[in-house]
């Protein structure tokens, strides 16, 4: 076939076309500029300004309460085979969450409760007003809580009972019984709500706006046979967010946010590592919370008790305060003090419950030690590692997780990996991927994740 202009061109107008399809499709998916970047009024208004002061206010934090009705079976080879590849005490999950209301539930000076997603083991309908009856007694007492969903929670596919070797599934809940369930867990009292998530905000205490914001993705689990770990925020859910953190400052409200899924990398390297720990382009969304001054947000979702600051480039800064699952060792809940610019968290510890009480801790530390182990193997799995170097590995990965769960990681470097010559030649051609986790597990990031007095007028040293 001989090739003539009118050919030439057009081939050329084809492929001028199937680029102009790619590239719009692709535009799609790319992240509109805040509105600050557009809107020079906007900007002017919040580049040198401070945040607005907190009031004088204490609440609680919990997270990953992860509550397992136990009437879904807690024996058998299937409900075995689930809990040997987790730490959390899925089997004492009321108890524990029950020894935390009765704490809190004494403790007079708590305004409110937030609890960031995680709310069920697989989101069974029976676990989620299990979970509701638990915190009854909070609101007995008159206390506000304050709730979001967590990956877990709605439209799990993996929302099971155990019978023997078999599991069965059971009812889950949607996003429009969640909202029904709870509705006097912050959906009924909020001042604004998103149309394209469960997202609210909320003013528990005068002049303080709390943005309880769904992370989590739910939509198209059933459709899809998944249960989806990661978390990100619409495009029409970040503008609404925007939006809201303007009309924030125009009414001279202080703000602070909670969200399932972390919003700063807590380690190096992360979001490469563990990709659905962090918000989809955390880097991007911290930039605007940071922008619009707000100095605090709230998450769980990895089970660590964690504290991360972080830097963006318009000079603003922002603290990832996440909290540990409730569930699983050392069982961490936050009481927060705000006064004016100041943060004041402290973190608190579940130590006995029903029927362990005096040697609960140590029968909790012998359980996650021996399921730390299928945790560490399913990772390092992953790198394609021999079975001789797992095996040498596992002890330094289980000490490194268990570490960062408990936070403020502490270590001078010595002895948290293998000696030169300890791993085979063969197998350590695999382990460097191995051995950059353990060391980021052992970096902690300033400041202190535990217990900390943190000034939010300033940038930290």
């Given at each position: 076939m ?14 001028i076309?199937?680029?102009?399809i ?9 992240l509109?500029p ?17 945040m607005?002061?907190?009031?004088k ?10 509550i397992?009705?136990?009437n ?6 299937a409900?075995e ?10 089997k ?22 937030i ?25 007995r ?6 709730i979001i ?37 912050g959906?009924n ?17 005068q ?6 914001l ?20 619409t495009q ?5 967010i925007?939006?809201m ?32 720990n ?34 963006t ?16 060792y ?20 579940i ?6 009480q ?38 330094y ?37 191995i ?9 902690d ?7 900390i007095?943190?000034d ?6």
């Amino acid at each position: 076939m001989q090739f003539t202009y009118k050919h030439i061109f057009k081939y050329l107008l084809l492929v001028i076309i199937f680029f102009s399809i790619f590239i719009s499709c692709s535009s799609k998916k790319k992240l509109q500029p805040f509105i600050y970047e557009t809107d020079i009024n906007i900007y002017n208004k919040f580049i040198d300004t401070q945040m607005i002061a907190f009031p004088k206010t204490r609440f609680a934090v919990l997270s990953d309460t992860h509550i397992y009705d136990t009437n879904l079976g807690i024996t058998g080879k299937a409900f075995e085979d689930y809990i040997k590849n987790d730490i959390l005490l899925i089997k004492d999950s009321t108890k524990i969450v029950y020894e935390a209301v009765r704490n809190i539930s004494q403790d007079d000076d708590i305004d409110f409760i937030i609890i960031s997603g995680g709310l069920t083991k697989d989101g069974q309908l029976i676990s989620h007003n299990n979970f509701k009856n638990s915190l009854m007694r909070l609101k007995r007492l008159g206390k506000k809580i304050y709730i979001i969903p967590g990956d877990t929670d709605i439209n799990n596919t993996h929302s099971f009972k155990y019978i023997d070797d078999n599991t069965e599934k059971v009812e889950t809940i949607s996003p429009e019984k969640f909202t029904n369930l709870y509705a006097d867990f912050g959906f009924n009292e909020a001042l604004y709500k998103d149309t394209n998530s469960l997202s609210y905000i909320v003013e528990p205490v005068q002049g303080l706006w709390l943005f309880a914001l769904d992370t989590s993705i739910y939509k198209d689990n059933d459709k899809n046979n998944v249960a989806q770990s990661k978390g990100y925020f619409t495009q029409e859910t970040i503008t609404w967010i925007e939006n809201m953190l303007i009309k924030s400052y125009e009414e001279n409200k202080s703000v602070i946010a909670m969200m399932h899924h972390g919003i700063t990398e807590d380690f190096n390297k992360e979001s490469k590592n563990f990709p659905d720990n962090i918000i989809e382009n955390f880097a991007y969304i911290n930039k605007m919370f940071a922008f619009y001054n707000v100095r605090a947000v709230f998450t769980g979702h990895s089970h660590a008790n964690n504290i991360t600051y972080t830097w963006t480039e318009d000079a603003k800064f922002l603290y990832d305060i996440q909290t540990g699952s409730l569930i699983s060792y050392p069982f961490p809940y936050r009481k927060i003090a705000l006064d004016k610019y100041k943060i004041d968290i402290k973190t608190y510890n579940i130590n006995s419950i029903s029927p362990y009480q005096s040697n609960f801790i140590e029968y909790s530390m012998s359980y996650t030690k021996t399921n730390i182990d299928n945790i560490s193997k399913n990772i390092m799995q992953k790198y394609k590692l021999g079975s001789n170097e797992i095996q040498i590995l596992l002890p330094y990965m289980n000490n490194a997780l268990l570490a960062y769960y408990k936070g403020d990681e502490n270590s001078k470097f010595e002895n948290i990996f293998p000696k030169v010559g300890e791993i085979g030649l063969k197998d350590s051609l695999f382990s460097n991927d191995i051995k950059d986790i353990i060391l980021s597990l052992w970096q902690d990031i300033p400041p202190s994740d535990n217990n900390i007095i943190i000034d939010l007028s300033k940038p930290t040293n």
